[in-house]
């Protein structure tokens, strides 16, 4: 088994509420098993560019509760190409790293596949995305906070709705995973939940609408997810204002509020988890896999199976939304 001596962690692509938990407790335990920790600062790009700066416990105090990442982050171009990974490579071997964390979504783990297939490094990942569309585990880091923004914003819109007759699309992230869409709509009551993947027709919304109105509901809340087969909540609205004129319609687009903000208590816990043991099997000689959480316990999910397979929706949740919605 390979020695695990010097650990270099980045965090890559979208920023998620919670990586610097992570960070942070990746710090503080490759320290406690007297391990050299180095931080790439900006991602993929910053291993190209060899922007690395060696961590200790005093790095990272007083970020746990900080949102965004302290070592940045990029979505790399130049790491897609043969020259960007082998320079990448070249100053890990020059550096001494002999292990990579990598915290971030789908490409991140993605990146790292691409390194571990053109040379002998071992990674391990931590998966931190707010869109939760990993397969292997029940939740990925920033999830729970950037559901906590969204009810609150959605909250806040439905005062204002239930002032007037007002019917408010309100448009959520979620890439081409339904999770905070459908989360989030059973949480703030919405009418209407529309989400990727769902054979949903604009006639099929207008009769979800009609039965509120018919039940003397003043307002409405329609959750659209950004990448819906039927369009963006301005697209939908506009269709539907065509046809429906019994509700004012108005349009919110959260956007990247979802994505700010101090992690909430889950969050930091399991960023905190999943560092320590992101830590644990790489000193142990793990590599390409991610760490996640199932049923409440750790597991370790080989990364390409993490990026390859989409995570499903229970169900029981369409039935249940659909059920209270009435």
């Known amino acids: 088994m390979r020695a695990i001596n010097t650990i270099g962690v980045l965090t890559s692509g979208s920023d998620a509420p919670g990586m610097n938990a992570a960070i942070r407790s990746v710090v503080r335990t490759a320290t406690y098993m007297n391990k050299k920790i180095i931080g790439i600062y900006q991602g993929f790009d910053g291993l190209i560019e060899g922007n690395f700066v060696e961590m200790d416990n005093h790095s990272v105090s007083?970020?746990?509760?900080?949102?965004?990442?302290?070592?940045?982050?990029?979505?790399?171009?130049?790491?897609?190409?043969?020259?960007?990974?082998?320079?990448?490579?070249?100053?890990?071997?020059?550096?001494?790293?002999?292990?990579?964390?990598?915290?971030?979504?789908?490409?991140?783990?993605?990146?790292?596949?691409?390194?571990?297939?053109?040379?002998?490094?071992?990674?391990?990942?931590?998966?931190?995305?707010?869109?939760?569309?990993?397969?292997?585990?029940?939740?990925?880091?920033?999830?729970?906070?950037?559901?906590?923004?969204?009810?609150?914003?959605?909250?806040?819109?439905?005062?204002?709705?239930?002032?007037?007759?007002?019917?408010?699309?309100?448009?959520?992230?979620?890439?081409?995973?339904?999770?905070?869409?459908?989360?989030?709509?059973?949480?703030?009551?919405?009418?209407?939940?529309?989400?990727?993947?769902?054979?949903?027709?604009?006639?099929?919304?207008?009769e979800q609408i009609e039965q509120g109105r018919q039940k003397n509901k003043p307002s409405g809340i329609i959750i659209v997810s950004e990448n819906s087969n039927c369009g963006g909540a301005y697209e939908v609205a506009n269709k539907i204002k065509e046809q429906y004129k019994h509700y004012e319609i108005k349009i919110a687009v959260i956007g990247h509020l979802q994505r700010g903000g101090s992690p909430c208590c889950y969050d930091r816990v399991l960023a905190s988890k999943l560092g320590y043991y992101a830590v644990y099997n790489l000193v142990r000689g793990a590599s390409n896999i991610m760490v996640g959480i199932k049923n409440n316990k750790i597991v370790k999910v080989p990364i390409i199976k993490a990026i390859k397979q989409n995570p499903e929706i229970n169900p029981e949740m369409f039935e249940i939304a659909k059920i209270l919605s009435l």
């Open 62 to 206: 007083n970020i746990i509760q900080r949102g965004g990442t302290v070592l940045k982050s990029t979505k790399s171009e130049r790491f897609k190409t043969r020259e960007g990974i082998k320079k990448a490579y070249e100053n890990i071997v020059t550096k001494g790293i002999d292990g990579l964390i990598v915290i971030g979504g789908d490409g991140t783990f993605r990146g790292a596949t691409a390194l571990i297939s053109n040379y002998n490094i071992n990674i391990v990942g931590i998966p931190a995305t707010i869109d939760n569309d990993l397969y292997g585990t029940d939740y990925t880091i920033g999830y729970n906070t950037a559901l906590n923004t969204i009810i609150e914003a959605i909250d806040k819109l439905r005062d204002t709705a239930s002032s007037h007759k007002y019917l408010f699309f309100v448009e959520v992230m979620g890439g081409d995973s339904g999770f905070i869409a459908m989360e989030s709509g059973i949480a703030v009551g919405a009418e209407a939940i529309i989400m990727p993947g769902e054979k949903i027709t604009i006639q099929d919304i207008i």
